[in-house]
């Protein structure tokens, strides 16, 4: 039972180039997140999709887009890297309704220097 | 809006020693209430949930109950074990009155706990 699953683990990048986070998960959620980890600041929320094909803006959405073309998977892209973006970046999925918990990754770590 | 805050850290305890981690929010509607546990190098998993005022929520020794009256959640553990050093995160989600989830969580900034033998 693998849950969520995030990839990389860990990423370095350069100021201005791109990639894409990776995120699946095998729990047939429909509900799918991405949040940004920064020490003692708390979870920030980046995106978010309600289903496959439908996706919608959080907190702090700026430099980054999504897609929902599957209701597996979710990626976060990072177009133009900021070393504003060096942060912890958690995918997270759940039923979505009522107190349903969510269930995380184990996160990826990324540097933008 | 909405928002969530919780004593600043880092708290130190000694195994065996009573723990209280404060959290207060600020809600429009009626907010679930969640604490989170995030262990060095993974990602956060529910501890603990309660969607009612009064209502108590309990794992792992831990425990937590809604106060409405003081816009609580306080968590509590009688006696903290070594294992237990971690981040734990107070956060809410909003049911409206129909029922319907915001099933968007709205976060406190942590608190990180070590636990000394």
């Known amino acids: 039972n693998a849950g969520v699953t995030q990839t990389p683990k860990f990423r370095i990048l350069k100021i201005g180039q791109s990639m894409t986070l990776q995120c699946a998960q095998d729990m047939n959620h429909n509900y799918m997140y991405w949040y940004r980890q920064d020490p003692g600041m708390g979870l920030k929320l980046i995106y978010y999709?309600?289903?496959?094909?439908?996706?919608d803006k959080g907190e702090v959405p700026n430099g980054y887009n999504v897609s929902r073309s599957t209701t597996e998977d979710f990626p976060l892209r990072l177009e133009l890297a900021a070393p504003s973006q060096t942060s912890v970046y958690f995918c997270?999925?759940?039923?979505?309704?009522?107190?349903?918990?969510?269930?995380f990754g184990n996160g990826t770590r990324l540097t933008v220097t | 809006g909405n928002s969530v805050t919780q004593m600043e850290g880092p708290v130190t305890l000694s195994e065996e020693a009573f723990l209280t981690i404060n959290c207060t929010y600020t809600a429009t509607g009626y907010p679930s209430l969640f604490w989170y546990v995030q262990y060095p190098g993974e990602g956060l998993q529910l501890l603990l949930k309660a969607t009612k005022a009064d209502d108590k929520g309990s794992n792992k020794g831990f425990e937590a109950t809604y106060r409405k009256e003081t816009t609580s959640f306080h968590l509590e553990k009688g006696s903290v074990q070594v294992s237990d050093s971690a981040v734990y995160f107070c956060a809410l989600s909003l049911t409206s009155r129909s029922g319907g989830s915001n099933y968007k969580l709205t976060f406190g900034k942590g608190t990180l706990l070590t636990v000394n033998p």
């Open positions: 997270a999925s759940s039923h979505g309704q009522g107190a349903s918990p969510l269930h």
């Open positions: 999709s309600v289903g496959a094909g439908i996706t």
